[in-house]
């Protein structure tokens, strides 16, 4: 029987390789890509907190990340005047150009991953994978 973690983290490997192959070029690492990534595509306003429930991830690795990209010029961080715990994050022109550019590398790298896998196998997939999360939340 194959071991179920392991096969996951198999997979994981191969993809962050192919991911930091498309990323690293644009001058920011993987971790960082997906948290601009994450800014870009929302239609809403996004605080530090929006991003540390997004990826599972303290605060204080958050709070780092940010402060490592808004010294790289990708965001700003603006404190919200009704509240002055909250600091909205913003794109700058330069995170929404990198966000261009990676994107694109992107929707290739999910085509490949997903190639030969129909409907039914992605939908199961799925169903799997929040299992797993959900799974993994209540250790």
């Known amino acids: ?11 994981a490997r191969l993809l962050q390789r192919e991911i930091n192959q498309s990323v690293l070029p644009a001058g920011v690492t993987r971790q960082q890509y997906q948290i601009l990534s994450y800014i870009y595509r929302q239609e809403k306003d996004v605080y530090q907190r929006d991003v540390e429930a997004y990826f599972s991830m303290p605060r204080s690795t958050v709070s780092g990340l940010m402060k490592e990209l808004e010294l790289a010029g990708f965001i700003r961080r603006i404190q919200v005047e009704s509240d002055s715990r909250l ?36 939908s199961v997939f799925w169903q799997v994978a929040d299992k797993m999360r959900a799974n993994l939340a209540q250790a």
């Open 87 to 122: 600091k909205r994050l913003i794109l700058t022109d330069k995170g929404r150009s990198v966000c261009r550019t990676v994107r694109k590398g992107m929707f290739d790298l999910n085509q490949q991953l997903s190639g030969g896998i129909s409907e039914e196998e992605f």
């Open 1 to 11: 029987m194959r071991n179920t973690a392991n096969e996951v983290g198999r997979i």
